[in-house]
């Protein structure tokens, strides 16, 4: 049936999963007692489970043949990184009170979603990976322009280590004291995150920029 | 905006003269991404010494043959 055509699975698997995303991130703006955080993830794994499955009957498309593996690797990469980081922002103030994550029920709650974007991220790309299981993955190109994006990647990281240096170092003593452990940890994973993100967004303009110039020379 | 490379290739000419091989058959035989292939085609891409060897050789051709370097100007 044309309804249930790998295609047309593929695309309700990935706006489902959009929705589920939505879930997950609407979480903390409910006005009502529902875990639309454990939902929205059900919701995502489930459908990227579908699109697992179509991913295996879809032929390859001329778009897709165009864009190599790791381009859609940086892409996803880019998305998941940033879908990271504004969760990082958004849970933020879960892990402002002064108690370790363990004895802080909402703070749990925001770490394992957050974690569960980092397992549904290792997920799809190692979907991804399958996806083009038995053909060449990467080459000297490639490795090319993960050197040329790595570089951002550790300045970006750089950069924002510094940040936090001088936002330690020459704010008051008093202001620093309402700063929790946790919340300086989620500061620390998210320094690493933005060094992720510059690596993969550099990697992906790279691979774009070179299509961009074959395609219109 | 990058500066032109200054190797040029008739890859894509030697490729339609062995039976039009395609770019995913080259790539194959180099052990490279068709994506590749493209890029060095359209000459957005240096190749290193090995690959330019490994192009040849599939492309039953010397290197001098398929690449040309411009000194720059």
Same mark, same amino acid.
């Given at each position: ?6 295609? &047309?699975?593929?695309?309700? #698997?990935?706006? /489902?999963?959009?929705?589920?995303l939505?879930?997950?991130f609407?979480? &903390? ?6 875990p ?11 459908s ?5 499955d179509? $991913?295996?009957?879809?032929p390859? #498309? +001329?778009? +897709?043949?165009a864009i190599? !593996?790791q381009?859609?690797?940086?892409w996803?990469?880019?998305a ?5 980081? *504004? ?9 402002a ?5 363990r004895?802080? !029920? ?6 394992? #979603?957050?974690?569960m ?6 997920? /799809?790309?190692?979907v991804?990976?399958q ?14 322009i ?6 951002w990647?550790r ?10 240096a001088? $936002? ?6 008093d202001? $620093?004291q ?12 998210s320094t690493?995150? *933005?060094? *992720?993100?510059?690596? &993969? ?5 790279l691979y ?8 219109s !020379? | ?5 200054t190797?040029? =290739? ?6 339609? =003269? ?9 790539a194959?035989?180099?052990?490279v ?5 493209i ?10 010494l ?24």
């Open positions: 049936m044309v309804l249930f055509s790998p295609r &047309n699975q593929l695309v309700a #698997s990935l706006l /489902l999963a959009g929705f589920g939505v879930l997950f609407g979480n &903390n703006y409910r006005s009502w007692d529902m639309l955080d454990w939902i929205g993830t059900v919701l995502f794994v489930a990227v489970w579908f699109f697992v179509a $991913l295996h009957r879809v390859h #498309s +001329e778009t +897709e043949l190599a !593996p381009e859609w690797q940086a996803v990469g880019l998941f990184c940033s879908a990271c980081l *504004v969760a990082i922002w958004i849970y933020l103030p879960a892990f009170a002064h108690v370790s994550i004895e802080n !029920p909402e703070a749990g709650a925001a770490g394992r #979603s957050i974690g974007l980092f397992v549904a991220w290792a997920v /799809l790309a190692y991804l990976n996806r083009w299981a038995g053909t060449v993955l990467s080459d000297e190109r490639d490795r090319d993960e050197k040329r994006a790595s570089t990647g300045a970006a990281t750089t950069a924002a280590v510094i940040c936090i001088v $936002l330690l170092g020459f704010s008051p003593t202001r $620093l309402t700063l929790s452990y946790p919340w300086i940890a989620q500061l620390l994973m690493l995150l *933005v060094g *992720v993100c510059v690596d &993969n967004a550099v990697a992906a303009l774009w920029r070179d299509r961009r110039q074959v395609d !020379p | 905006m990058a500066a032109p490379l190797i040029t =290739n008739h890859i894509r000419r030697f490729r339609f =003269n062995r039976g039009e091989m395609t770019q995913q058959a080259l194959d035989a180099c052990g991404t068709r994506q590749t292939i890029a060095l085609e359209a000459s957005r891409y240096a190749p290193s090995e690959l330019g060897f490994r192009i040849a050789h599939a492309l039953d051709a010397s290197l001098e043959e398929i690449f040309q370097w411009q000194a720059p100007s």
